[in-house]
């Protein structure tokens, strides 16, 4: 059998890559621009050293050595003042593509090699390069020069000599830049070092507060359900759960429910308890259902149960997310009587929970298909319709387990029929495909159980998926109620007599219409 990981598990695995992820992209970026600005500081330090230097040297002949040699004191202060490691003038000629040393200011932090092998005089050759052709031509674009080389990382700016005189002439100054770029890797080191023990604190922390927040108290919840489901417990003691808003109004309800079936249990006799068991099943059934009419600014739901004889295990559910998003579920359970109405119970409650932590439809019903099916003794299974419609975009993100297919009543009739997963409880990590379709203003959602197309008349004929979208292409213009009317009123005219055979269950959402055409109206503008 395939591991299975808990949501604890999932959420952490997910969570952790995303924030290392978030964190490195944040310390390269960091890098860059700490690198960046050094190195325009740098390029500012050496061009002001190299336009002091041109002023200091205004309308002097470097020609004779001794001149140079007495600039060349002047330009050993400079750097020592300027904190630049050289300072130097050259001569070049292009002709001979050779460069000569005029005159040599040489700071703090110069390189031996560089002293001692450059003299006033010296020639270097083949050495004149495209930055030193730019300065000369006055150029200020490509006059900075980056050099790694034994000397080490170095830059230079090149700006030419004032004056006719000495159009040949280059002031040059170089940095070295070495010592800065290991500072900033030794910095960014311990950076990375240190965001990574706080990301792993944070994924900690995270990670504490969901298991004892979310994660222990569901398990602690489902083992009990599971429990009373399986063995009905005749000395049940109530959940005792002290935390989060949601989860102790779960263990009350919890708690509600199963001290009312111990107390209707106890209270019939051995003869009747068949009988007893399904009336406690449907009066649990009903009390999962949310209210048949629903309205806010944003959408108007109606929905209807026809319950049959025998308890069966349809279901329809709609709650508003705590972000404004509708999810609308519709729902049958396989099997009868208690076992049957409990199962629906940790269905809709595992559903609620997972929608409200923001999950999609596919991995509400991922999450949900996975936690039945591990506790299911009975191999019961659920066909299960998922919709989250967010009325600001009219967007409705959709999944399907193995239910049947829903309907959008809009200028024409719309089946959402894209690809299903099976129905849940049986098999784990089952993958369940999501779909989206745009719902328009005035555009009407019809969510129905097999009880509608399985309707049988007294020759055992079905009503059928054909008849009932031939009635559903008639009901454009109609509002929720005329909507499920009609099919009711179509369901008996084909039925007759004949007795009913499974619950008949039918919810409808409509898009307010002036509601949402202001909201696109905001979004439009807002774009």
Not at 41 to 59: K, M, P
Not at 138 to 145: K, L, P, Q
Not at 172 to 178: K, Y
Request: charged residues 25%.
């Amino acid at each position: 059998m395939k591991k299975r990981y808990s949501v604890f598990w999932s959420t952490t695995i997910i969570i952790l890559p995303v924030v290392i992820l978030a964190a490195a992209v944040v310390l390269v970026i960091s890098y860059n621009y700490v690198y960046n600005l050094t190195y325009h500081h740098s390029v500012h330090d050496i061009r002001q050293a190299a336009e002091l230097t041109d002023e200091i040297l205004e309308d002097t002949d470097l020609i004779d050595e001794k001149v140079s040699a007495v600039y060349s004191d002047t330009l050993d202060k400079l750097c020592e003042l300027l904190e630049i490691p050289y300072i130097y003038v050259v001569e070049i000629n292009e002709a001979e593509n050779t460069l000569k040393y005029l005159a040599i200011g040489i700071g703090e932090g110069a390189s031996k090699e560089f002293i001692d092998s450059r003299d006033i005089g010296y020639v270097v050759k083949e050495n004149i390069n495209e930055h030193q052709i730019a300065a000369l031509n006055g150029r200020d674009d490509n006059n900075v020069e980056h050099i790694v080389n034994n000397f080490g990382d170095t830059m230079v700016y090149y700006l030419k000599r004032t004056g006719d005189s000495y159009k040949n002439q280059l002031v040059c100054a170089e940095i070295n830049i070495t010592d800065y770029t290991q500072k900033i890797q030794r910095d960014f080191n311990f950076m990375a070092f240190a965001t990574l023990l706080f990301v792993l604190f944070v994924v900690l922390l995270f990670a504490t507060v969901f298991h004892f927040k979310v994660s222990k108290p569901a398990k602690a919840i489902s083992r009990k359900m599971s429990g009373f489901v399986r063995e009905h417990e005749k000395h049940f003691e109530p959940l005792r759960f002290k935390g989060s808003r949601e989860f102790s109004e779960m263990t009350e309800a919890f708690n509600t429910m199963a001290e009312d079936i111990d107390r209707y249990l106890k209270s019939i006799s051995e003869l009747n308890r068949q009988k007893a068991e399904l009336s406690i099943a449907r009066d649990i059934q009903i009390g999962l259902l949310e209210p048949a009419d629903f309205e806010n600014e944003a959408v108007v739901i109606k929905a209807y149960m026809l319950p049959a004889k025998d308890v069966g295990g349809d279901l329809y559910d709609y709650q508003t997310l705590s972000d404004g998003r509708l999810c609308v579920v519709i729902a049958d359970v396989s099997g009868k009587g208690v076992s049957a109405a409990l199962f629906m119970s940790r269905a809709v409650t595992l559903i609620n929970q997972y929608a409200e932590e923001g999950l999609s439809p596919g991995k509400i019903l991922f999450e949900y298909n996975n936690h039945l099916a591990a506790r299911n003794p009975n191999m019961m299974f659920i066909t299960t319709f998922v919709g989250i419609l967010d009325p600001k975009t009219g967007f409705l993100v959709y999944s399907n387990a193995g239910h049947n297919d829903p309907y959008i009543i809009s200028d024409k009739l719309i089946k959402l029929d894209g690809e299903h997963g099976v129905a849940a409880g049986v098999f784990n990590d089952i993958g369940y495909p999501e779909h989206t379709v745009k719902m328009d203003p005035g555009d009407l959602l019809f969510l129905f159980t097999d009880g509608v197309t399985e309707a049988k008349n007294s020759r055992e004929e079905m009503f059928g998926d054909d008849a009932l979208e031939q009635e559903l292409r008639n009901l454009k213009n109609a509002d929720n109620d005329e909507v499920i009317s009609h099919v009711l009123k179509k369901l008996k005219e084909f039925t007759g007599d004949a007795e009913q055979a499974d619950d008949i269950t039918m919810l409808t959402l409509r898009v307010n219409s002036r509601f949402n055409k202001e909201l696109h109206l905001e979004a439009k503008t807002e774009t």
